[in-house]
């Protein structure tokens, strides 16, 4: 697995799926329509309405900003969803449908690992 991205980890639990880049309502209503399930949902904002169609059937999200006080962050602990705030990834195109995994480090630490 190659490691492409930390932040800090809304829940210190493990996560693994089709990783799927969203970045408009219509990719939401997409995804919606396949099935969410066990797909971990990469976004670029913090964005709790955005994703509220198909957030609690997600099996992780990773956001490239907020915090751990972020809306979104609070929301995935209420449904037990393990979110990773604030990565840094360069170019997330590239890792759209590939298989994700959400591990927790140490602290508020997380990691996002892509299987090659």
Do not use: W
């Not at 969203?22 to 939401?28: A, D, L, R, Y």
């Not at 449904?79 to 449908?97: D, K, R, S, T, Y």
């Amino acid at each position: 697995m190659k490691r492409v991205g930390n932040g800090l980890i809304s829940l210190k639990l493990n996560a693994e799926g089709e990783l799927r880049y969203i970045t408009s309502v219509q990719e939401v209503v997409k995804l919606l329509k396949e099935g969410p399930n066990g797909k971990i949902a990469l976004v670029d904002d913090a964005g709790t309405t955005f994703l509220a169609p198909v957030l609690s059937k997600l099996a992780g999200v990773v956001c490239r900003s907020g915090a751990l006080g972020s809306h979104l962050a609070i929301v995935t602990r209420e449904f037990e969803i393990p979110a990773l705030m604030g990565v840094q990834i360069e170019n997330p195109q590239e890792i759209h449908g590939k298989h994700a995994v959400i591990e927790p480090e140490d602290g508020t630490s997380g990691a996002l690992y892509i299987r090659e």
